[in-house]
């Protein structure tokens, strides 16, 4: 779990093969954004392990979260949508 201290976004990495990505609404409610859902709903045989935060100055900042299979994916942390997808192998 990481969080973006700009817009208070939260990145859940689930174990699933999904990430959730979560901002605060009245309360002490949340409630997902961006591709939560998308995510959620994909059908994958890696799971997600790990998520990070890549700090941009001024601009926006992105999560980063790391896949068994040896994936990368960035997402912006304002609306969280897919940016890049980085595939690493150790061959």
């Known amino acids: 779990m990481v969080a973006c201290p700009k817009n ?12 959730i990505f979560l901002q605060p609404k009245d309360g002490n409610e949340w409630h997902p954004v961006g591709d939560s ?3 959620i709903m ?3 045989d890696y799971t ?6 890549l700090f941009r100055g001024q601009q926006i900042n992105l999560f980063v979260i790391g896949y068994s299979n040896g994936m990368i994916r960035l997402y912006s942390s304002e609306n969280p949508k897919l ?6 192998h150790s061959r």
């Open 83 to 88: 940016v890049a997808e980085i595939q690493a």
């Open 8 to 19: 208070k976004t939260i990145a859940l990495a689930t174990g699933n093969g999904s990430t």
């Open 42 to 44: 994909q059908k994958t």
């Open 48 to 53: 997600a392990m790990s998520a990070d935060i």
């Open 37 to 39: 859902v998308k995510e």
